[in-house]
């Protein structure tokens, strides 16, 4: 599955088989656990997403909640995404260095962490990865980002 249509996380991880809809609740039940107060789990883009709700924060540029962290079951692997490394290049130099510390193989683009099982995962690195990011922080980060910027005018 590479995106879903499901509505709910309910019901995204009804649609996996029974192994890998395991494995999708184990990294979870480490994001849930270890994400700071302030997200909310909803389904975004296909994807289990963990968000600020725009009721607090309703000034992102793409009228979207603004996401910290994701996780999808792909064909091949699961993903998950955090956000907060790719806004943080320190952050990110200490979860490579973490994560290797593990001896668990790390596959990683520039925020998404890939692998086949969550017992191949360094799930311990990845719930202190997402606690290390607060609402307040990915508030700061996603403005500074965006006021150097000018907005564009739609048309």
């Not at 963990?50 to 962290?69: E, G, H, S, W």
């Not at 307040?136 to 996603?142: E, I, K, T, V, Y």
């Amino acid at each position: 599955m590479v995106s879903s249509s499901a509505a709910t996380v309910a019901a995204y991880l009804e649609e996996l088989p029974p192994a890998r809809r395991a494995d999708v609740q184990r990294v979870r039940e480490v994001l849930l656990a270890n994400l700071p107060d302030g997200f909310e789990e909803q389904m975004q883009y296909g994807m289990i997403g963990y968000a600020i709700p725009l009721a607090r924060f309703p000034d992102t540029y793409n009228k979207q909640p603004l996401a910290v962290a994701a996780l999808a079951a792909q064909k091949n692997y699961i993903s998950v995404y955090l956000h907060g490394l790719y806004a943080q290049p320190e952050l990110a130099a200490w979860f490579v260095e973490a994560y290797r510390a593990t001896g668990k193989k790390l596959n990683m683009g520039k925020s998404c962490v890939r692998f086949r099982r969550a017992d191949a995962a360094a799930l311990d690195v990845i719930g202190e990865a997402a606690a290390k990011v607060t609402p307040a922080q990915l508030m700061a980060a996603h403005e500074a980002a965006h006021a150097a910027r000018p907005r564009r005018k739609r048309r």
